[in-house]
DNA sequence: GCGACAG
DNA sequence: ATCTTGTCGC
């Protein structure tokens, strides 16, 4: 587990914020199909607070993309460096997030959000973030709706329905399991749409968030955990 | 102006 | 996100 601060010129003021997303949307590649679902590597990440404390937790869980076996982990703490606010919930989560990706032993391949990417309200939510930060391949898998409204799709797992910025498809609502909520798929860097969602199902063979998002979650909660017993 | 609002 | 027990159902 590493330590992290919060980064020098970090954003102070949700005005600074913003201003960083609309410099950094210029950098997201959206041209390119990445990965496809069931070879290489996958990594979950996801963040856990104790907003009392000060105390973040983040983790990198790298899985094997045709077997979901773990192949890798890392974590990190640091102090929270952004408020949550609707609309800059990457301020809050990347500095730690980039320091358990830092501390992984191998490399990530496609890294999955728990969150938005393209699917925000400046078309540039935490997974097309991360990814122009990285370099690397990134999607968002959100639990709840945001911005966009959406039909819902089908009861079938695999039905989808548009996520529509007026004509534009920014997202999808996609059934990962016979009638049970939708998750949010919207793209991050360097990876389409129809693949984003084809990595979704790949990662939903037995529940209806993706292994990757499930294994972060249960890991940075015990990292924060660790971090927090006691002190 | 009012409400809604990823995690 | 987080506070929180049991309970209904596959």
């Known amino acids: 587990m590493t330590t992290v601060g919060i980064p020098a010129g970090w954003p102070a003021t949700e005005e600074e914020a913003r ?12 041209d390119e199909s990445g990965p496809p679902p069931g070879t290489g590597r996958v990594t979950g ?8 404390r000060d105390v973040v937790a983040a ?17 990190a703490v640091g102090r929270i460096s952004f408020p949550y606010v609707p609309g800059l919930l990457a301020f809050r989560e990347i500095p730690t997030v980039l320091a358990a990706l830092d501390a992984l032993p191998c490399p ?3 890294v999955v959000c728990d969150g938005y990417g393209l699917a925000h309200p400046r078309r540039f939510g935490l997974a097309s973030h991360l990814g122009v930060l990285t370099g690397l391949p990134t999607i968002g898998v959100a639990k709840n709706p945001f911005t966009f409204a959406h039909d819902a799709p089908g009861a079938a797992r ?3 329905s548009p996520l529509l910025a007026g004509t534009e498809e920014v997202g999808r609502a996609l059934r990962t399991r016979d009638a049970v909520k939708p998750v949010f798929v919207s793209v991050g860097h360097r990876v389409s749409l129809d693949n984003a969602c084809a990595h979704t199902l790949a990662l939903t063979p037995a529940y209806r968030l993706p292994e990757t998002t499930r294994r972060a979650d249960a890991s940075c909660r015990r990292a924060l955990q660790d971090a927090t017993i006691r002190h």
């Open 19 to 30: 201003a960083v997303q609309d410099e950094l949307r210029g950098r997201v590649v959206l």
């Open 45 to 52: 990440v996801d963040v856990a607070y104790d907003d009392e």
């Open 59 to 75: 983790a990198a869980v790298v899985l094997d993309a045709a077997s979901l076996d773990v192949v890798a982990e890392a974590t």
């Open 108 to 110: 990530p391949g496609l």
């Open 158 to 160: 695999g039905s989808a």
